[in-house]
Structures are given as structure tokens and as C-alpha cells.
């Protein structure tokens, strides 16, 4: 049965720094590309990032490029999510979702729970 | 960046009834489209990919149509449990995987 369970989360001062982690159970973790989306209170789904199945192909979105960077380590099944420079725009869940391949053609088809990120003062 | 809207924001709904959701993108994305039910408090998942296919273990009363630009998908009998925000996706760009704005179905 394939998890994914995302820790980390918490309440942060703005221009500080957080570092996610999302824990992959019940599946062969190398052969898949993980993602983090996000979603803001009350809002819809942003896609944040993507990292290929051997770690050698990295993208973001605009308005995280150059703040976070997305990691992983096959050994331990898990994939990072390191924030800086945090920005009250910053607040949201973050999910971790799989999909095959970075073109994600057929989808996330798995995602973790969430964890929120909270920035405030 | 491909954009996506969907139609309408949000729609109310009786149990039985057939409700349709429509998804554009702003150019042509082939098939690349995937949709997704969320209900509050829980992670987003995966109805249909590729535009008309059903993800395992989704009910056969979800359908997905289109491609190009226009895509909609199609609750044939709503259920109970049916009740939630449906998401559009583009996948034909690696990047961004754009998301529309989201249907809510209520009741």
C-alpha cells in the first residue's frame, strides 16, 4: 500500500528558513518522480517543484525559483523540500504526490497528507 | 505558462443529477489534461488522466472528455459522497503543472 507522509511543518518568522520531508512507504521510491504542491488557505492547488527518479532533473515554479530546492535520498525513500528566505505568501499545506516521469502524463496518483507551513511574525 | 480556467466556479447539486465541469487551456494541450476530486481537509485525488482515462478504483460514473483546449469532465449520477472541489491539471509542459481554479459541487 503506498504512503507518502509529509513532516516538517510549522510556524516560521518571515525571511527564516524551513526544511520539509515526505517519507514514501509501499513502493519502488527510485522509480518515480515526487513533486510538492501547495495550497494556501482557502485557495486552489499551486505545483511548487519536481525532482526526477535519479535526482538529475530539477524544476520549479516562478515563485519559488531560487528560495527552495528540492532533494532526495532513494536510500531512505524520501524527498526534501528545503525553504528560504520565507515570505507571508508563503503560508500553505504542502503536499508530496508522485507521478511517472517528470512529464507527469498520467498524473500525481499518489499524495501524502500535508503538512502547513505557517510564516508570521 | 499554459493557463487554466474552469466553468463554472461553483454549482450546486442534487443526488442523481448529471453535473458537467468544463476546463480550457489557454493553447493547445493535446490530452495532457488530468482532473482531480478534493474534499476539505484532505490531499487532492486523482479521477481521470490523459483527458478520458479513468484512474483505478474510480467509479464509473466519473468520465472525462476533450482535447486541445476544452476538456470536461462528467459525474453521471452524483452521489453523496461526490460532494467536493474538482481540479483541472495540465501535464503537456513539464513546467509549470498548472491547476485551474477549481469547481465546487455542493449541495
Known amino acids: 500500500q503506498v504512503h507518502l507522509v509529509e513532516s516538517g511543518g510549522g510556524v516560521v518568522q518571515p525571511g527564516r528558513s524551513l526544511r520539509l520531508s515526505c517519507e514514501a512507504s509501499?513502493?519502488?521510491?527510485?522509480?518515480?518522480?515526487m513533486h510538492w504542491v501547495r495550497q494556501a488557505p482557502g485557495k486552489g492547488l499551486e505545483w511548487v517543484t519536481v525532482?526526477?527518479?535519479?535526482?538529475?532533473?530539477?524544476y520549479y515554479g516562478d515563485s519559488v525559483k531560487g528560495r527552495f530546492t528540492i532533494s532526495r535520498d532513494n536510500s531512505k525513500d524520501s524527498v526534501y523540500l528545503q525553504m528560504n528566505d520565507l515570505t507571508s505568501e508563503d503560508t500553505a499545506v504542502y503536499y508530496c504526490a508522485r507521478s511517472e516521469g517528470v512529464a507527469a502524463g498520467i498524473g500525481f496518483d499518489y499524495w501524502g497528507q500535508g503538512t502547513l507551513v505557517t510564516v508570521s511574525s | 505558462d499554459i493557463q487554466m480556467t474552469q466553468s463554472p466556479s461553483s454549482l450546486s447539486a442534487s443526488v442523481g443529477d448529471r453535473v458537467t465541469i468544463t476546463c480550457r487551456a489557454s493553447r493547445s494541450i493535446n490530452i495532457y489534461l488530468n482532473w482531480y476530486q478534493q474534499k476539505p481537509g484532505k490531499a487532492p485525488k486523482l479521477l481521470i488522466y490523459?483527458?478520458?482515462n479513468l484512474q483505478s478504483g474510480v467509479p464509473s460514473r466519473f468520465s472525462g472528455s476533450g482535447s486541445g483546449t476544452d476538456f470536461t469532465l462528467t459525474i453521471g449520477s452524483l452521489q453523496p459522497e461526490d460532494f467536493a472541489t474538482y481540479y483541472c491539471?495540465?501535464?503537456?509542459?513539464?513546467?509549470?503543472?498548472?491547476f485551474g481554479p477549481g469547481t465546487r459541487v455542493d449541495v
Open positions: 525532482i526526477s527518479n535519479d535526482g538529475s532533473i530539477l
Open positions: 491539471q495540465q501535464s503537456y509542459i513539464n513546467t509549470p503543472f498548472t
Open positions: 509501499g513502493f519502488i521510491f527510485s522509480s518515480y518522480a
Open positions: 490523459k483527458a478520458s
